[in-house]
């Protein structure tokens, strides 16, 4: 194997940046505690005041008479029922099946885009067509369920408000449940809807709601869920409590608006420096385009625009990281 020529060592860099990020994914796997701590916590919560045995028992009739949809591409996709968990957030008739078959299609066509329309080889149209089928349809469904919690957040302390109105006209919680589902729009009224037919399938109040939360994964719902619990076993003015709430609630949204604000200026910067690569690219493609050709018509060039491309995706999502966080 001749280790000067240049097509080796490009392939050689292009694997050594898919192992970087396979092991930068690995590691924030690894350091990212935070969410498993609170998901112990929540799990000892839930076995204190969500009736987790009753719970158990009920799954398992379940389990008798439903059977769960699988297929052979369980054994080739990752983590299948975290995939269909996500589906599920989304409210939307997106199947595991429906996905999948979006994903192959997606990047059959980046494949045929980019060896037919834009002439590239086929090692840098195959790495585009994989790219593009493994972003496209992650990110669509990233942007559907922030969309739906985004509005679900937004509505919920109006939902909290329409339920201590309820219990001061002499409502049970559960009646004023379901006058959310009623009154609401989309998508807390969709939640509340199957939160109030749970129960009247014969689920508790704490299974149903517990159910919901672990739907959504959403922290102000989980306050809502655990004050419920925590008063039904100790009691107490649920009136009070849930006035409380909504006005921490609403709280944390302002704080949320205000972090956004102080940290603008930092992603026009962001926004501006990582543009610049792109504007010298096509500004020197203006200039002298024979100069800049070769890195459009070389597959070698190609591969190093990806690599490029690859590399810049990388900081952009450690810098989303830095300035996203939860309140």
Not at 105 to 115: E, L, P, S, W
Request: glycine fraction near 8%; include cysteine; aromatic fraction near 8%.
């Amino acid at each position: 194997m001749d280790l000067t020529n240049p097509t080796i060592v490009i392939a050689g860099i292009f694997i050594l940046v898919l192992v970087v990020i396979g092991a930068l994914a690995a590691s924030m796997g690894l350091l990212g505690n935070n969410k498993k701590v609170i998901d112990k916590k929540l799990d000892k919560i839930i076995a204190r005041h969500g009736s987790g045995k009753n719970l158990a028992n009920e799954q398992a009739k379940k389990a008798l008479f439903v059977k769960r949809e699988t297929s052979l591409l369980d054994r080739f996709i990752p983590k299948p029922d975290e995939l269909r968990i996500r589906l599920d957030k989304t409210g939307m008739d997106i199947t595991f099946k429906k996905y999948i078959l979006t994903t192959l299609v997606t990047a059959g066509i980046f494949v045929f885009i980019m060896k037919i329309f834009v002439g590239l080889s086929m090692m840098p149209a195959a790495m585009v067509g994989t790219f593009a089928g493994l972003f496209i349809p992650h990110a669509y469904v990233n942007a559907v369920i922030n969309r739906r919690l985004k509005n679900f957040t937004k509505q919920f302390p109006e939902a909290i408000d329409l339920i201590v109105r309820g219990l001061r006209a002499g409502l049970p919680i559960t009646e004023s449940i379901y006058a959310v589902s009623r009154e609401m729009q989309a998508p807390i009224s969709t939640e509340f809807g199957k939160i109030t037919d749970e129960i009247k399938l014969g689920k508790t109040m704490d299974e149903a709601l517990w159910a919901t939360a672990k739907r959504l994964d959403t922290p102000d719902f989980k306050f809502f869920v655990i004050s419920l619990s925590v008063q039904q076993e100790t009691g107490g003015n649920l009136t009070e409590t849930l006035i409380n709430l909504s006005e921490i609630l609403r709280g944390r949204t302002r704080l949320k608006l205000k972090i956004k604000a102080m940290i603008s200026e930092g992603k026009a910067s962001a926004y501006i420096i990582g543009s610049l690569p792109f504007l010298m690219c096509g500004l020197l493609s203006v200039m002298n385009y024979e100069y800049m050709s070769v890195m459009f018509t070389d597959p070698r060039g190609q591969i190093g625009l990806i690599g490029a491309a690859i590399w810049m995706g990388i900081g952009v999502f450690i810098l989303s990281k830095m300035i996203n966080f939860e309140v």
